[in-house]
């Protein structure tokens, strides 16, 4: 949940809350309990495929929330 202050005639946002971050098991099972999820994957490797993702994000906002979940393999 987050708060909108004014500040100096600019909005800030302020976390009243924390999410914690799920485990895979976790993950795995909300994803699953999705009716109807819209799922798309964009793979990034250069700043091409960066502007592309962002793009993307920007579009998706409006039409309301979503979530992101980041996946990289550690090395």
């Known amino acids: ?17 924390t999410i914690k971050k799920p485990t895979k098991t976790e993950l795995i099972k909300n994803l699953q309990s999705l009716k109807n999820p819209n799922i798309e994957v964009f793979e990034v ?5 960066k502007n592309t993702l962002f793009k993307n994000i920007t579009n998706y906002l409006r039409f309301g929330n979503l979530s992101i979940i980041i996946i990289r393999n550690k090395q």
């Open 1 to 17: 949940m987050m708060l909108v202050r004014k500040n100096f005639g600019m909005e800030e946002l302020i976390m009243i809350s």
């Open 45 to 49: 490797f250069d700043q091409n495929n």
